[in-house]
T-cell receptor, first 113, second 113 residues
Framework: DSGVTQTPKHLITATGQRVTLRCSPRSGDLSVYWYQQSLDQGLQFLIQYYNGEERAKGNILERFSAQQFPDLHSELNLSSLELGDSALYFC????????????FGPGTRLTVL | ELKVEQNPLFLSMQEGKNYTIYCNYSTTSDRLYWYRQDPGKSLESLFVLLSNGAVKQEGRLMASLDTKARLSTLHITAAVHDLSATYFCAVDRPMEYGNKLVFGAGTILRVKS
């Protein structure tokens, strides 16, 4: 158990819908990262927040957005869902904003029907 | 753009045998990570290699880093069934105010008894 928690574990929804994935980092960690894992794209970095501020952005679609709240938990919002958005979404956390070991949560499996 | 390549992508081996997984990356980096993932589960941090020549061992797994060759290896000694999993290497990709991990495609390891 890494200490990073994610909810929900599974999410099944329909195309065109909007969902919110939630992540709580390990105690003491200020950075939160979101990654998407799919069979065709592998593990892809989406976005990083540090202490409430966006710090790095990857290949995140415009339909996706994220934020980190004052209590350091983070939410990833996915809207206008498409079949291709079906994937495992991981949250990771680390102490700092730069080169620190990232600890991964259990993931949220999103299925878009 | 930083690219991380692992080989082999699939490895089927007998219990008791030795084998090595290779991880090449395309641009300079002084930190490399190895993660393990069981099917449908999270990524578990195995090793963090911080400098050229770094070698770390945990049980039957040993990881090394050659930053000049941009190569890391994960050596498996006397494999046992419990080592069956997918192994990922990942490299830090610092960005202006943050950081991301760039992952290899993963090596699926199956240890047969």
């Amino acid at each position: 158990d890494s200490g990073v928690t994610q909810t929900p574990k599974h999410l099944i929804t329909a195309t065109g819908q909007r969902v919110t994935l939630r992540c709580s980092p390990r105690s003491g960690d200020l950075s939160v990262y979101w990654y998407q894992q799919s069979l065709d794209q592998g593990l892809q970095f989406l976005i990083q927040y540090y202490n409430g501020e966006e710090r790095a952005k990857g290949n995140i679609l415009e339909r996706f957005s994220a934020q980190q709240f004052p209590d350091l938990h983070s939410e990833l919002n996915l809207s206008s869902l498409e079949l291709g958005d079906s994937a495992l979404y991981f949250c990771a956390s680390s102490v700092g904003s730069l080169k620190d070991t990232q600890y991964f949560g259990p993931g949220t499996r999103l299925t878009v029907l | 753009e930083l690219k991380v390549e692992q080989n082999p992508l699939f490895l089927s081996m007998q219990e008791g045998k030795n084998y090595t997984i290779y991880c090449n990356y395309s641009t300079t980096s002084d930190r490399l990570y190895w993660y393990r993932q069981d099917p449908g589960k999270s990524l578990e941090s195995l090793f963090v290699l911080l400098s050229n020549g770094a070698v770390k061992q945990e049980g039957r797994l040993m990881a090394s880093l050659d930053t000049k060759a941009r190569l890391s290896t994960l050596h498996i000694t006397a494999a046992v069934h419990d080592l069956s999993a997918t192994y990922f290497c990942a490299v830090d990709r610092p960005m202006e105010y943050g950081n991301k991990l760039v992952f290899g495609a993963g090596t699926i390891l199956r240890v047969k008894s």
